[in-house]
């Protein structure tokens, strides 16, 4: 293998100098800083690249020729001019208060200044500094300034539990953002990108001339590899891998136009060739399981609903809404695109197996705090061996290890339960369509296997049997009759006791 995987490394000039595989995202990269306008917004997941694109951005408008040999964009670049560039990056950063992020805002403009005979003045706020290096470095250039932010809101989602602490950082933040509104003279391109989108609002308000690019079509595929990168630049490592149980494992996703792998997660894999959680182990929100487990969202429906643009970027201290939580963080995304009265709908799903199977453990956790091997494991045998009576009991024994404060409505029976079935990485359809109405949840083994069941909660005995008679009035394993085996099951639970009252099954084929 001439090339080598560039785990963990988000250092262009280091990638191109040392042998390791490049990407070649210079398209988008010319299109983005030609096509008019320079401030621009991108948010990602963790881990998706973002470092690695801006690293590149700065090495092209500092007029590093040579590192760009063989890529898209060499030939069409004017590399006999180069740019003055601020990059502030946040990635490593570790603040805990408004002091700290003073601090470090601080450190940046000193240590940006040395560069263009700007010595820091004690006297004027850390904005005016900012300011004052700006014109500075204009001044003594003859050349506008590029500005390039990666990771802008670590600091508030590092601190996004301490409500009062996290409100002066970002106000401290927003100072300092709204300083570059009416600078336009001084700035030759501007570049910002995170992991969420606040609302300008809040954080950007001075900035009205930030164009996001987060679900541009145009730049779907700026970060994050595609199917056919992979393939090709990769193809070394691929040897005598299984390519669709690889695409089913990390590939899916989606920022309006083709379905991507997340380069963490996938250079990881090549490496090893085992499959693992790679980017869940690293990326996971510990913010946002709390927010699950101490609120009621029906989190089975949000692979169900619509969602418009305004409602994936509403995300705010003041109003967290989990569907753009969950979005923006990797957890879900863009699955399907409706058109309806020329509005845009999403609607959203986990993007893989990895992210789907291992969310749902760590949710399980968090909800009976037991680990995942010690509530699934028998129950996933008793799934492959057709045991319906295990199946039955397992169930039966997962709810008793709920605790009764959780188990306080309805909809926590059902989630609880699609929760421990997602966890074991089977093909779980939620609500799944047939032409006399939806399956509450269906189970795919194996290709081979099917598992259709309806769960209904019911207050009394009279009402006991409703659940298996719809499955069989309205035939909706007619859907699955290419499946060498259909089992029917009808879940029925006791809203007072909180536990299976009636539990009956019906093998179709």
């Not at 300011?131 to 670590?154: A, G, P, T």
């Not at 541009?216 to 005598?240: S, V």
């Not at 799944?432 to 099917?450: E, H, M, P, Q």
């Amino acid at each position: 293998m001439n090339n080598l995987l560039p785990i963990g490394i988000s250092d262009f000039k280091k990638l191109r100098e040392q042998n390791f595989i490049y990407v070649d995202k210079t398209e988008y990269i010319y299109k983005l800083i030609t096509e008019g306008g320079g401030y621009y917004f991108l948010s990602r997941p963790r881990r998706f690249g973002k470092s690695l694109l801006l690293s590149t951005l700065d090495c092209l408008f500092k007029g590093e020729k040579n590192l760009f040999k063989g890529l898209y964009i060499y030939n069409k670049w004017n590399w006999e001019e180069s740019y003055p560039v601020i990059k502030i990056d946040f990635a490593e950063t570790q603040v805990k208060s408004q002091e700290e992020l003073q601090k470090e805002l601080k450190a940046i403009i000193i240590e940006t200044g040395k560069k263009y005979e700007y010595k820091y003045n004690k006297e004027y706020t850390i904005n005016r500094n900012l300011r004052l290096l700006i014109e500075k470095i204009y001044e003594l250039s003859k050349k506008q300034v590029v500005i390039l932010i990666d990771e802008y809101d670590k600091p508030i989602l590092d601190n996004i539990e301490n409500k009062k602490e996290v409100e002066k950082i970002r106000e401290e933040l927003k100072g300092f953002y709204t300083i570059l509104k009416g600078l336009d003279r001084y700035i030759r391109f501007f570049l910002i990108t995170g992991v969420s989108k606040f609302a300008k609002v809040s954080l950007f308000s001075g900035l009205n001339q930030l164009k996001d690019i987060s679900l541009d079509p145009k730049y779907g595929n700026i970060c994050g590899y595609t199917q056919n990168e992979l393939e090709f630049y990769f193809q070394d490592y691929l040897q005598g891998l299984n390519l669709d149980e690889i695409k089913e494992w990390y590939n899916g996703y989606y920022f309006l136009q083709d379905t991507l792998y997340n380069p963490f997660d996938i250079l990881l894999f090549l490496d090893s060739k085992e499959f693992n959680s790679y980017w869940y182990e690293t990326g996971k929100t510990e913010f946002l399981f709390k927010l699950l487990k101490n609120k009621d969202y029906q989190l089975p429906y949000l692979t169900k609903a619509y969602y418009t643009n305004e409602i994936l970027d509403k995300f705010d201290l003041e109003y967290i809404s989990i569907e753009a939580l969950m979005f923006q963080t990797g957890y879900l995304t863009i699955k399907e695109v409706k058109k309806i009265d020329n509005e845009k709908f999403f609607i959203l799903n986990y993007p893989n197996k990895e992210v789907r199977q291992s969310f749902n453990r760590e949710l399980l956790f968090y909800i009976t705090h037991e680990y995942q091997i010690n509530l699934t494991s028998k129950l996933k045998i008793a799934i492959i061996q057709e045991n319906i009576d295990e199946i039955k009991n397992q169930i039966d024994i997962f709810l008793n290890s709920i605790s009764y404060q959780i188990l306080k409505n309805e909809y926590v029976y059902q989630a609880a339960i699609y929760g421990l079935l997602y966890s074991m990485g089977y093909n779980i359809i939620i609500e799944d369509n047939t032409s006399k109405g939806r399956i509450d949840l269906t189970i795919l083994v194996n290709k081979s296997i099917v598992y259709i069941i309806e769960f209904k909660v019911i207050q009394n005995s009279k009402e006991k049997g409703q659940a298996l008679k719809q499955i069989l009035q309205k035939e909706h394993y007619k859907k699955y009759l290419n499946y060498e085996k259909i089992y029917i099951i009808g879940i029925e639970l006791n809203k007072a006791k909180k536990k299976i009252a009636n539990f009956e099954y019906k093998k179709i084929k």
